[in-house]
């Protein structure tokens, strides 16, 4: 173990010695943070990221009194983290917690909205508790003072004061009791009420009056998990959230997901609860490459035709000046997307929909959206704006009327304020959907009520999100494997001048081989050609048959996976993934076996940010390069970047060819996680070859990949490839009854 005497980031390193790339990725970490530059990390898979990132991040909050955060969206690596820093206590001991969202951490299981209520009414009631104590304890001193006070023959215990005389003195003390004890009945009456009316919550009741000093001693002798902190909370009847909220000002280290930072309001209470500004936060961001698409989602905006409508509803109920403007905008809003939807379905399109959400195309080439077109031409009124404006006050006046309503006890939930929303989403609306980087889409889905839509706002371009983050934090650490190209990421995510390093696998070469298997080009047109899905299927059966071990097989959607296995005959055990069912659970038995081939798609759950050590997985396969479906949303994100980045062939690279490129390069790194590990990836397309690369042209992504993997890259035909796998694995003396016959 380190030694809390060790070195600069050593002090933090928990281990005997860091490998010469971590001490170097350390030592960079460390200089970007006191210069206030952001890093962008890309190490391998097995490289020993977060220690590299954590020691030097630690070492330089603990000297520059700032607090880490380290964040993630995969939650194998929030428990990775877990194990680091837990490593970390045990040889210089930190105050850390991890963070999750409320809603798995609430005892009573209430949302949001009605958890802020209740928070407010309880500590209203706490409140009228604490001065009521502090009636009786005024009162109980009059009364003594008043017993004490000297009689009409100057016996008392106590002397008059100032020159006055005793009569003053008890006349005095006794109307002041009295007053006190006119308080403390009105105090007494008034706890009753609130006692017998409002709705509160016992645990956080228990949080505010209870000696929590037990609870905190615990949470900091060690790093303990979320489910562990709501357990002990559970049984000490407090609320777990809420105290992790109050406790963790002056903390070194927290762990928590990206919603806690990519989510601006989220992020300014986050940073509340902390008691720290944002330039004394240093971000720890795993993960990285997945910002991207987290940025988009938190900053993308809905309105459902269901909340229209229940605004309209909730509208009808209300008794108010302003609600005739409110209808009048709501309204026309409501009615314009079904307007939109039910003509942009077209003939069969209604009887199609299932439960999924379906896009119908709006954006116009020229000028404003369908809908927002459909809204003015329906919209009848003095001004939209104005008549908006009243809409969104309302709302606000109904929602605080909600709030207390909720907390005296009027009502047994929080209702939440259709009005309000409905209100906000058409003013972002109408001034949001013609901004560039937006794209403005109405969805629709068939319900157990019927065909319904929604209205979405799409943020096409992240750094709208990221850019206001990355400036105001003192510095940000984004740490991956597959980070690079280095200026597309700057770019996306608005980062100035940020410090750039890049560590390959540092394993022995000898105990792994990438495979181009140079089988017909999987694109859409020919996957269901009889011919290229016998070549492909014959690729993948001789790659079991030559692994000793498990493979795994990843292809561009669940039904190109689903096909492969209905299709591949092997000796294996088969397994396939499909969307809808716990991934987790056939992960594990799917390890637990030693000759088994799983099929699954290259954007589930199972392609990244899980490992598959030693005999889990021994070969990896991409079947195909797995573009995302191209629909009118995609087109949208490659228009916006095409726009902000100069060019359409940038618009292609940077939306669509570099995040797949990324994503094979995930799944590569599935194997192959230790010095003593061992295994083979293989590419299952000729667009990976090298030998194809001039033929292909702008169809090959070999070049988009980075020029030491591109140069491990062995092409081999799909014949070969078991003549190939046999060999390597034959050298490696992995086959334990005998090496299989070609």
């Not at 999750?100 to 009631?125: F, W």
């Not at 303990?224 to 000490?236: F, G, L």
């Not at 292809?555 to 591949?568: F, G, K, L, Q, T």
Request: proline letters at 4%.
């Amino acid at each position: 173990m380190a030694t809390s005497d060790g070195p600069g980031s050593l002090r933090f390193f928990p281990y005997d010695q860091p490998y010469d790339h971590q001490q170097d990725a350390m030592e960079t970490i460390r200089e970007a943070l006191v210069t206030e530059r952001d890093v962008l990390f890309e190490g391998a898979c097995g490289t020993g990221k977060t220690l590299a990132a954590l020691a030097p991040a630690l070492e330089y909050g603990r000297a520059a009194n700032k607090t880490v955060v380290i964040t993630t969206n995969v939650h194998q690596q929030t428990r990775q983290f877990i194990e680091e820093a837990r490593a970390i206590n045990d040889s210089e001991p930190i105050r850390s917690v991890v963070f999750r969202g409320k809603g798995s951490m609430c005892h009573i299981d209430v949302d949001y909205q009605e958890c802020q209520a209740l928070r407010d009414a309880t500590r209203e009631v706490v409140d009228q508790a604490e001065e009521l104590q502090a009636l009786e304890q005024q009162a109980a001193e009059l009364r003594a003072a008043t017993d004490g006070a000297p009689d009409d023959d100057g016996n008392g215990d106590t002397a008059a004061t100032d020159g006055a005389s005793p009569d003053a003195a008890n006349g005095d003390l006794g109307a002041a009791r009295a007053a006190v004890l006119d308080e403390l009945q009105a105090a007494e009456d008034q706890l009753e009420t609130m006692e017998a009316d409002a709705n509160v919550c016992e645990r956080y009741r228990r949080n505010l009056t209870a000696d929590t000093s037990d609870f905190y001693d615990w949470l900091y002798a060690g790093v303990r998990t979320p489910d562990e902190i709501y357990q002990a909370a559970h049984e000490a009847d407090f609320c777990g959230y809420e105290l992790l909220k109050e406790g963790m000002e002056g903390v070194d280290l927290v762990v928590c997901n990206y919603h806690h930072l990519l989510d601006p309001t989220v992020r300014e209470q986050f940073f509340r609860w902390l008691g720290r500004d944002p330039e004394d936060i240093v971000a720890v961001f795993d993960e990285a490459h997945n910002i991207e698409d987290a940025a988009r989602d938190h900053a993308t905006r809905t309105c459902s035709e269901v909340t229209l409508s229940s605004a309209l509803d909730e509208l009808d109920e209300t008794d108010d000046f302003r609600v005739e403007a409110a209808q009048r905008v709501v309204r026309a809003f409501h009615d314009a997307l079904v307007d939109t939807y039910e003509d942009g379905l077209g003939f069969g399109g209604r009887e199609a929909l299932d439960d999924d959400w379906e896009d119908v195309t709006i954006d116009a080439d020229t000028g404003r959206d369908d809908l927002t077109m459909a809204f003015l031409e329906r919209y009848e009124g003095p001004g939209y704006k104005q008549d908006l404006e009243h809409a969104l006050n309302l709302g606000k006046t109904l929602d605080q009327s909600y709030q207390e309503a909720y907390k005296e006890g009027e009502t047994t939930t929080r209702r939440e304020c259709r009005t309000l929303a409905a209100a906000g989403f058409i003013g972002d609306w109408m001034d949001g959907s013609a901004e560039p980087g937006q794209y403005p889409v109405v969805s629709v889905r068939r319900t157990e009520a019927g065909v319904r839509g929604r209205a979405e706002l799409y943020t096409c371009i992240p750094r709208q999100v990221t850019e206001p983050l990355f400036d105001d934090l003192h510095a940000s650490v984004l740490m991956s494997a597959t980070l690079r190209p280095f200026g597309v990421q700057r770019e996306l995510l608005g980062l100035t001048d940020p410090v750039t390093m890049a560590y390959g696998l540092q394993f022995p070469k000898k105990r792994r081989r990438t495979f181009a298997v140079t089988s017909p080009a999987l694109f859409a047109s020919e996957r269901d050609d009889p011919d290229v899905q016998s070549t492909v299927a014959g690729a993948i059966e001789d790659a079991v048959r030559f692994t000793p071990g498990n493979t795994l097989v990843f292809c561009p959607s669940y039904a190109e996976a689903e096909r492969y296995y209905d299709r591949v005959g092997t000796d294996a055990t088969p397994y396939l993934d499909q969307p809808g069912e716990r991934a987790e659970d056939l992960r594990e038995t799917f390890t637990a076996g030693e000759n088994g081939v799983l099929f699954t798609s290259l954007w589930g759950t199972l392609a990244e940010g899980v490992s598959y050590d030693g005999d889990d997985a021994r070969t990896v396969l991409v079947v195909g390069v797995p573009y995302p479906h191209l629909d009118d949303r995609m087109a949208a994100v490659e228009d916006a970047f095409a726009g902000a980045f100069g060019s359409e062939d940038q618009g292609w690279r940077y939306a669509v060819e570099i995040p797949t490129v990324r994503k094979t390069r995930q799944a590569l790194g599935r194997v192959v996680r230790s010095p003593d590990d061992f295994g083979v990836r293989a590419l299952v397309d000729e667009r990976y070859a090298r030998s194809r690369a001039d033929g292909l042209g702008q169809y090959s992504v070999h070049d988009t990949f980075p020029e030491e993997e591109r140069a491990e890259m062995v092409d081999v035909s799909p014949e070969k490839l078991k003549f190939a796998m046999l060999n390597f694995y034959r050298e490696l003396d992995a086959y334990d009854e005998g090496p299989p016959q070609p």
